[in-house]
């Protein structure tokens, strides 16, 4: 039997009813077993881990390999042009430590939290446009106005991106996200590309006090990064600290303001803010499934057997809903404070940038909650557009409206 002919016979779980209700599917796969052989939406085979204890411990297997070069048949995930592919989500051992030992001296605690107050910054800025328009027009798009440029402004921050470039630099970022096609796609990838090897030559010719200057400085026992490695890493560092974050403070959002119960129990106590974050990043987390692993030898998960080279795909959002692991998962409980959840990775490839992501929501969130008290949908909770594929499900838009705009810090 060939592979396109087991594929079709697969079960094939992310259909259209999927994006309507996810976790209702990831409910019933994970009471039917842990593991599951399912093709994706392009037909590709892969084997879908839907329960706490095996994601969690598929997270930090070193069989399951993040390397495309251990991969058989089948997904292989977002394809990116080989000199964009020396980073630490495609790269196993004493590659990736090598390279995290170089890129954590840019993401240290004390250097992530120093940026504080230049993030809350932005994150007035922005608020004070949001603000506006939705006093001028009765209504505001939080994706627009604050979820999706504020990691952009952080993020041309840390590399020092010059102000003429920032419009050019956002506007691809976003083509990225949602291009019209693959030849859009594939251009925009190059020029971005293009841009942070200028870039680089650049911060190389004149070293400034940013991650960027950081990266082509850092050292360790000699070693330096390659210049393949250092526009690879610039790229990492833009897709998935913008995404992510976009994602998660338009969803954390959505979240309270559709539980307004919880909502109210956070405004009478803010200290619980650093919990709220927490139990959204589990309970709202954007991003289904972990980056595809590939089993480098046959490997057995939960006594299913996995043919070396096969994919294995480990759901993040059906590990959060696990019974076994969260009491009434499907509740969203700001005073949960259990802040074991995988949203942030788990292993070898724990997010670098977590610090930092989590001081955007948090600060975001803040400014939304306290400085806009009157915030609250726009439109019916039914009607506002999701984009939801087997990867993610995150919002398109969030138009808000408010009542009053209280002062600032």
């Known amino acids: 039997m060939t592979q396109s002919i087991a594929a079709a016979a697969l079960p094939q779980p992310f259909g259209d009813g999927f994006g309507r209700d996810p976790h209702a599917v990831y409910a019933r796969l994970r009471a039917q077993g842990p593991v599951h052989r399912v093709a994706l939406p392009d037909g590709s085979p892969v084997w879908l881990v839907t329960r706490e204890a095996e994601v969690r411990q598929g997270l930090a297997d070193p069989r399951l390999s993040v390397d495309k070069r251990h991969s058989g048949t089948g997904f292989k995930g977002f394809s990116l042009p080989p000199a964009l592919d020396a980073n630490l989500l495609n790269l196993d051992g004493a590659d990736h430590l090598r390279l995290r030992r170089l890129v954590s001296q840019g993401f240290s605690a004390r250097h992530v939290e120093g940026l504080r107050p230049q993030v809350r910054d932005a994150v007035d800025g922005l608020l004070g446009r949001l603000a506006a328009r939705a006093g001028a027009e009765g209504r505001a798009d939080v994706v627009a106005e604050l979820a999706r440029p504020l990691p952009l402004k952080v993020i041309g921050d840390l590399f020092a991106v010059p102000e003429a ?94 539980h307004p119960e919880q909502l109210a129990a956070l405004r009478a106590r803010p200290e619980l803010l650093p919990d709220a974050v927490e139990e959204l990043l589990r309970y709202a987390h954007p991003n289904h499934q972990a980056i595809r692993r590939f089993a480098t030898e046959p490997v057995e998960i939960a006594g299913v057997p996995i043919p070396a080279g096969d994919t294995v795909l480990l759901s993040l959002a059906a590990a959060h809903r696990d019974p076994a692991r969260y009491d009434a998962p499907d509740r969203f409980d700001i005073g949960r404070a259990d802040p074991g959840h995988l949203a942030l990775g788990h292993g070898l490839h724990y997010c670098l940038g977590a610090p930092l992501a ?34 993610f499900h995150a919002l398109r838009e969030l138009p808000v409206s408010v009542d009053v705009v209280a002062g600032g810090h």
């Open 165 to 258: 470039d920032r419009d050019l630099f956002s506007g691809w970022v976003a083509a990225m996200l949602a291009p019209a096609g693959r030849e859009e796609l594939a251009g925009t990838i190059g020029l971005v590309h293009d841009f942070f090897v200028t870039l680089i030559a650049r911060r190389r010719a004149a070293p400034g006090d940013d991650v960027l200057s950081g990266l082509i400085a850092a050292r360790d026992d000699g070693d330096r990064l390659t210049e393949d490695e250092l526009v690879s890493l610039a790229f990492l560092i833009l897709m998935a600290g913008s995404e992510n974050v976009q994602h998660q403070i338009s969803g954390g959002l959505f979240t309270l303001l559709t």
């Open 358 to 391: 989590r001081m955007q929501v948090g600060l975001a969130l803040e400014a939304l909650l306290w400085r806009l008290p009157g915030v609250r949908l726009a439109v019916p909770a039914a009607e506002l557009p999701w984009a939801s594929t087997f990867r």
